[in-house]
């Protein structure tokens, strides 16, 4: 499954580097230009963020005892992820939060995630497709690096086409470039 996404991830980069400067020129075009100062700060937006009942799972009654005697899995309730502008690269604030669920993950074989990367409107389709790729790919290297094997992650990229804020201000901008970790069953 996991090299499926690499070819579509790879097909993706294939297609932004045949654009050429176009697709950078546009994504210039298209950034305001209050975007090409430096990101606001959204570290307390990963810490008081609540976690969406949609990504949310069932608890079992063995992951509700877990928690109540390691207080290190409460750090598993972040499934959220941001990201600076047009950067692809994890924040040190999210280490805590990933190194719970890879944890979690190494010590129950069963278990599976989705991460499902995401990018702001600024840019191109293809762009924001293939960045929101690299978020999620970022996140799955950190995972299998900390023990998680590469059958239990599936990685997606839905670009820009699922915002959770629809204003059109860096404030919104930044809640829309996240990768956002989903527990499944298979």
């Not at 994890?90 to 890879?102: C, D, G």
Request: with cysteine; charged share 25%; hydrophobic share 35%.
């Amino acid at each position: 499954m996991l090299k499926i996404h690499k070819m579509r991830f790879l097909s993706l980069v294939l297609m932004v580097l045949l654009t050429g400067c176009a697709a950078t020129k546009s994504l210039l075009n298209k950034a305001p230009a209050a975007a090409t100062k430096a990101p606001a700060d959204t570290s307390t937006v990963v810490a008081t963020t609540p976690v969406p009942s949609a990504t949310t799972s069932a608890t079992s009654a063995s992951d509700t005892a877990e928690s109540a005697t390691n207080p290190k899995t409460d750090l598993r309730e972040q499934r959220v992820f941001y990201f600076d502008y047009d950067q692809d690269t994890l924040k040190p604030e999210s280490y805590s939060a990933l190194k719970a669920h890879a944890q979690y993950l190494a010590n129950k074989a069963s278990a599976h995630v989705r991460l499902e990367g995401h990018g702001d409107e600024r840019g191109t389709r293809e762009y924001n497709l293939a960045l929101g790729e690299r978020r999620a790919n970022a996140i799955a290297q950190f995972l299998t690096l900390n023990s998680v094997t590469s059958e239990q992650i599936e990685t997606v990229s839905y670009g820009e086409e699922k915002p959770v804020s629809l204003e059109h201000d860096e404030s919104a901008w930044a809640h829309n470039r996240r990768v956002e970790l989903i527990y499944t069953t298979q």
